[in-house]
Nanobody, 115 residues
Framework: QVQLVESGGGLVQAGGSLRLSCAAS????????MGWYRQAPGKQRELVAV???????NYADSVKGRFTISRDNAKNTVYLQMNSLKPEDTGVYYCNGRIRSTDYWGQGTQVTVSS
């Protein structure tokens, strides 16, 4: 099991940047993959970015070149650096951790990008 706590959301103008953090309650090296998902009002939750414990990353096409996912094993924390933000990036961002076949979720953090 793992508890995940997100932070770093907020209100930003289009073109701005935010960095989200996800602090885990256990050694993240033992977590197969950690990722960020987002959910906009009236839409389904979608994958934004994922990083495996081997360091491999994958991004949604809509954020490639603008967002970067990274991990600090010593701090048990995963980050999402978001640059060149667009209004369509607005939503609740959730941290996800997968251990074997079980998914764990944080409570979410709101990101609002104004035009």
């Amino acid at each position: 099991q793992v508890q995940l706590v997100e932070s770093g959301g907020g209100l930003v103008q289009a073109g701005g940047s935010l960095r989200l953090s996800c602090a885990a309650s256990r050694n993240i090296f033992s977590i197969t993959a950690m990722g960020w998902y987002r959910q906009a009002p009236g839409k389904q939750r979608e994958l934004v970015a994922v990083i495996t414990n081997a360091g491999s990353t994958n991004y949604a096409d809509s954020v490639k070149g603008r967002f970067t996912i990274s991990r600090d094993n010593a701090k048990n924390t995963v980050y999402l650096q978001m640059n060149s933000l667009k209004p369509e990036d607005t939503g609740v961002y959730y941290c996800n951790g997968r251990i074997r076949s079980t998914d764990y979720w944080g409570q979410g953090t709101q990101v609002t990008v104004s035009s």
